[in-house]
């Protein structure tokens, strides 16, 4: 008895592990869940990244990191692609070279993410060191499926309008608000909003209507296997607008409305542009990431700093200077005088002063008797005043005491700052503005705003660059231009 019960329970555990192997097979040969994320999971993860990253971007990074943006997106498509097919697969059991391609969207993303954190040139490096290894997953997709893919698409910034609006009024608008506009509150609180009214042209006669109309932006998608043979072309669409593309060998033509791009007055927006590329019996979506350019360009200060020369003067009284001669002597004395530092004599504005003359005989005073005199003398150094004071007895027993000075104007440059402000003036994608340089500016300094968030200061020194922004002096170096240009991208 314990014979059969040993074998039959040897048989219950056989059976269980054949079953337990003929239910796993499936599950090994996708290769088992080692415990980790599923393809899927690390899907959603990449969309939720761009999304989020997208969202928080800042004027500086619509610009300066567009292009790492790009790839970001570029490539999380690709994945999103090819990851549909395995979303139930656990992520370890993917390829390598799918693995690393995850890892290099994961680094960019997060090179990203700290920059729109900590903005500045190192963080900026970071990423543009990220976005190399991102493009080269992308482009080594080229041959391993027959999946579509996106390598690249321009434009990179859509221009701005060329109707900016600038022109426009709301019909009815007071040219003061109403007495009560400030205090008026809604229900709860807060100022109540003002009626939205519609604009019209602050003026329409013939001669100041518009003749141009903007002109529709070219989009150009270079990628693989976008078009299945025999089906049919993809779509694009941005907005409210959707078109059919113009194809030719591995490239995709759109001319889009520029009034499909939402535009926004004074800064720049990120626009996604969603391509779908015909898959068998499903669309596949591609999103193209442009940043478009707003209406005003934005605004700039220039500041002088001024110096100018001042001519200062005073009055300088010379010591007293006295010569004495005994009886019948004749006796001078000479002096030499220095300005003070930092001054100099206007000799045309200068004179002699005799204080006193003295002469006494038998000690009789008789001022009669001193026949001497106060002179400037011409034996000094340059720049200096001399004086010769000289007493000189009228008769042979005749004593004499002669005391003399002078007094002269002396004269300096004084130097004085002021600062000459240009005040704040609007940049214009059509026009260039003109500053004049003072002649006398030692220095300047020029505040650019661009698009309402990106701030610049140079000074006359510094490397004039700016995004979509030339700056230069003028040909006779007497004035600064300021051009905006929607083609002057970083």
Not at 438 to 446: C, I, N, Q, S, Y
Request: hydrophobic residues 40%.
């Amino acid at each position: 008895m314990k014979a059969l019960r040993w074998i039959l329970g040897a048989a219950l555990v056989v059976g269980a592990l054949v079953a337990a192997v003929a239910i796993g097979l499936p599950y090994l040969r996708d290769g088992g869940h080692d415990g980790g994320p599923t393809v899927g999971e690390r899907l959603g993860t990449l969309r939720a990244d761009r999304a989020a990253l997208q969202a928080r971007a800042d004027g500086e990074a619509r610009i300066g990191l567009l292009q790492s943006f790009r790839v970001a997106s570029l490539l999380s498509d690709a994945l999103l692609v090819r990851g549909e097919a395995d979303r139930e697969r656990p992520f370890g059991r993917l390829p390598v070279e799918r693995q690393q391609a995850f890892a290099a969207a994961d680094t960019l993303d997060a090179a990203l993410k700290d920059a729109l954190a900590r903005p500045g040139e190192g963080a900026r490096q970071l990423v543009l060191a990220a976005t190399k290894p991102a493009q080269q997953a992308l482009e080594q997709m080229a041959g391993k499926d027959e999946q579509p893919l996106i390598l690249s698409f321009t434009p990179t910034f859509v221009p701005p309008r060329r109707a900016t609006g600038e022109l426009t009024l709301a019909p009815g608008t007071p040219t003061a608000p109403p007495s009560d506009a400030a205090v008026r509150i809604d229900p709860g609180g807060k100022p109540a909003a003002e009626p939205t009214v519609p604009t019209v042209p602050r003026y329409a006669p013939s001669f100041a209507a518009p003749s141009d109309d903007d002109p529709p932006v070219s989009i150009e998608v270079v990628g693989l296997r976008l078009v299945p043979e025999g089906g049919e072309p993809p779509t694009l669409t941005i907005g409210t607008w959707r078109g059919t593309a113009q194809v030719s060998p591995e490239r995709l033509r759109f001319a889009v409305p520029r009034a499909a791009f939402a535009t926004e007055t004074a800064r720049t927006t990120f626009v996604t542009g969603v391509l779908g590329v015909r898959r068998e019996s499903r669309t596949v979506p591609f999103e193209l990431l442009f940043t478009v350019l707003p209406d005003r360009p934005g605004s700039f200060a220039l500041d002088q700093k001024v110096r100018t020369t001042v001519p200062e003067s005073q009055t300088l009284v010379s010591p007293e200077i006295l010569a004495r001669g005994g009886p019948g002597e004749v006796r001078w004395v000479q002096r030499c005088f220095d300005p003070p530092e930092g001054w100099r004599f206007d000799m045309n504005r200068r004179r002699v002063v005799v204080v006193e003359k003295l002469a006494s005989q038998d000690d009789v005073p008789d001022p009669t008797l001193n026949g001497g005199s106060v002179e400037f003398s011409d034996d000094g150094k340059p720049g200096q005043i001399c004086i010769v004071v000289t007493a000189k007895p009228a008769s042979k027993t005749a004593k004499t005491a002669t005391i003399g000075r002078f007094e002269a104007t002396l004269e300096r440059d004084r130097t004085e700052d002021h600062t000459l402000q240009s005040g704040v003036r609007a940049l214009d994608w059509r026009e260039a503005a003109r500053v004049p340089l003072d002649p006398g500016a030692v220095e300047w300094k020029l505040y650019v705003r661009l698009f309402d968030e990106i701030d610049r200061e140079f000074s006359g020194a510094s490397a004039l660059q700016v995004p979509f922004l030339h700056i230069a002096p003028d040909g006779d170096g007497k004035a600064l231009i300021l051009q905006a240009d929607p083609a002057a991208a970083p």
